[in-house]
């Protein structure tokens, strides 16, 4: 499904975020990466889904090589993508419905079944009875609940996540990870990248950890491993 | 596109006009600004076009012919004129014609020439006409050459000084219309630019659900026409109402046979019409321009 090949990225700043990384994630499969701040997390999981392009080697999702796809391909890969952020981003002037939807509309899908659709998956994440609900008005973790609903409304095969519980208290956290082992469990790619030990420690997954861009250990019912 | 998608981006266009009403002014303000110079530089240089175009029809050379000439020479004379290769037509008018020209022109004091109707002084005269007016002077000359030829006329210098200014006040009337669009599109791109901060998250989540930046750019196409569209009512209507009151008191002032406006019905229209046109255009072309960086990968 994912598949990188002695990966390099750097910045045009200079600074060097990944240095050789090769790996092979298959479909279906639940990856923790974790790692230091700095430790380029982050550039890893970008490169999945174009937000960055690798300055060299290859990245190939579905056997397609993304860094020599055109820019007007670009959308239709996001499509069968679902990202979720620490920070949610979620519209604040549209409500918890109207925020799902965009992901549809955007995408020019017919109305009808956009309808369908958020409400089946605002039923999914629990939040069916708060879709009218702006942002403002919900808590973090039922915005994130929001934003994961955002994510997987186009039933996309992987869904990548950025630290999704860093800015969520210990409760709610848990209350995340559930929603997306049920989205593993329909056979979705699921890569999260993450700082909490608890979590790997207690849902144990495969764990990819980084340091100074590149990948340092890969076990399958990892550990978390180190002191942050 | 599909309907709902048309719809949308009217709907979202409108909306960010409405919500940004400052900014709308602004932008709609260089519009208006910028299109009532154009169509002041337009109507000057499309009229000035239109008094060259009338002098080149008009211009001609009169070439007349030697008191004594015999009809067959006269006719020869005709034959060799029509062998030049820059004469586009060419006509014969007696010393009969010439005097009933002379005494129609004349109008009141004309009648005193009807005397010479019984003795005419006045030369047969051959016509010319070429295909460019920058001909008229080696025509003339080479006309002039023939010995039964007396002498030749045309409006030399006057109309080549005409024609050259012309020329340039055409080029620097081009050159000023495309500064003027250039500022405009860059001062409605650079306004747009300010609400778009705003707008900057709602285009990223766009992006990553994999919308296409045609879907995208839908929403600004739409705010860029209407900007157009509303710039170009003011200019619009003082065109209309200004070229005629213009068109009602020049025109009959100036009494040259070639100096003659572009008649109000259908220049105004036409004008109008440009007007609309390129409002739309400039307006498109800014509100596009502006979400360009957000639209990079």
Known sequence: MIEMKNVHKVYDNGVTALSGISTKIEAGEFVYVVGQSGAGKSSFIKLMYHEEVPTDGKVNINHIDIGK????????????????????????????????????????????????????????????????????????????RVAIARAIVNNPKIVIADEPTGNLDPDTSWEIMRIFEEVNDTGTTLIMATHSREIVNSIRKRVIAMENGQIVRDEHR???GYED | MKISTLSRHMREGAKNLIRNSWMTV??????????????????????????????????????FIQLNTNDEDIDAVGQKIESINQVSSYEFSSKEDELD??????????????????????NHVYIVQTEEAE?????????????????????????????????????????????????AIFLISNTIKMTITARSDEIGI????????????????????????????????????????????????????????????????????????????????????????????
């Open chain 2, 206 to 297: 766009m992006r990553l659900v994999g919308a296409k930046n045609s879907f995208i750019r839908g929403p600004f196409f739409v705010e860029g026409l209407l900007t157009g569209v509303i710039g170009s009512i003011i200019p619009i209507t003082i065109v209309l109402t200004g070229y005629h009151f213009l068109y009602v008191n020049l025109n009959d002032r100036l009494n040259f046979q070639f100096i003659e406006l572009l008649p109000w019905n259908p220049f105004a229209w036409q004008l109008s019409l440009m007007l609309l046109g390129i409002g739309a255009f400039i307006g498109i072309w800014g509100s596009v321009m502006s979400v360009r960086k957000f639209l990079r990968v």
């Open chain 2, 135 to 183: 001909d008229l002077a080696p025509v003339a000359a080479e006309i002039e050459q023939f010995s039964e030829i007396e002498s030749v006329e045309y409006g030399s210098e006057t109309v080549e000084r005409l024609l050259q200014f012309n020329e340039y006040a055409r080029y620097v009337g081009i050159g000023f219309i495309a500064a003027l669009l250039l500022t």
């Open chain 1, 222 to 224: 990892g550990e978390y």
């Open chain 1, 69 to 144: 796809m055109k820019k007007r391909q670009v959308p239709y890969l996001r499509r069968n993508i679902g990202v979720i952020y620490q920070d949610f981003k979620l519209l604040p002037k549209l409500t918890a419905y109207e925020n799902v939807a965009f992901a549809l509309e955007v995408i020019e899908e017919n109305p009808r079944k956009i309808r369908r659709r958020v409400m089946d998956v605002l039923d999914k994440v629990g939040l069916k009875h708060k879709a009218r609900f702006i942002p403002a008005q919900l808590s973090g973790g039922e915005q994130q």
């Open chain 2, 26 to 63: 602004a932008a709609v303000g260089a519009v208006t600004t910028t299109l009532v110079l154009v169509a002041a530089f337009l109507i000057l240089m499309l009229n000035l076009n239109q008094i060259a175009e009338n002098i080149e029809a008009d211009a001609e050379i009169r070439a």
């Open chain 2, 101 to 122: 020209n002379l005494i129609e022109d004349l109008g009141d004091e004309g009648e005193a020439y009807e005397l010479f109707e019984q003795d005419n002084p006045l």
